[in-house]
């Protein structure tokens, strides 16, 4: 099975710039269609975005037009770029893979098999 880990939150002020990694330990995403999700405090988990086996993608509309989702397959690495932060991304993030309906890029949280402990992003107005 994929272990999915993620790197590159932190403290960024309004109107700056992430880039959050997703790595696969164990084996190859390669296969495998990986999301974005983002739990604030007080808040229900929501979805980001989500790239499928191949290039497809889905965005959330807070996320559309700031952020930006790609898979490097052969860095075995899943990318969301974030610009443009405001207050309100600030969140924990996680990464999530599945193999269930991988060319499907609208799927509830729950068909993702496999979660990462998650990186926190701070964005200080």
């Known amino acids: 099975q994929v272990q999915p880990v993620e790197s590159g939150g932190g403290l960024v002020q309004a109107g700056g710039s992430l880039r959050l990694s997703c790595a696969a330990s164990?084996?190859?995403?390669?296969?495998?269609?990986v999301g974005w999700f983002r739990q604030a405090p007080g808040k229900e988990r929501e979805r980001v975005s989500c790239?499928?086996?191949?290039?497809?993608?889905y965005y959330a509309n807070f996320a559309e037009g700031r952020f930006t989702i790609s898979r490097d397959n052969a860095k075995n690495t899943v990318f969301l770029q974030m610009d443009n932060l405001r207050p309100d991304d600030t969140a924990v993030y996680y990464c999530?893979?599945?193999?269930?309906?991988?060319?499907?890029?609208?799927?509830?949280?729950?068909?993702?098999?496999?979660w990462g402990q998650g990186t926190q992003v701070t964005v200080s107005s």
């Open positions: 999530a893979a599945r193999q269930r309906n991988p060319w499907a890029v609208l799927v509830s949280p729950e068909e993702y098999d496999y």
């Open positions: 164990g084996r190859t995403f390669n296969s495998y269609a």
């Open positions: 790239v499928n086996r191949g290039d497809g993608t």
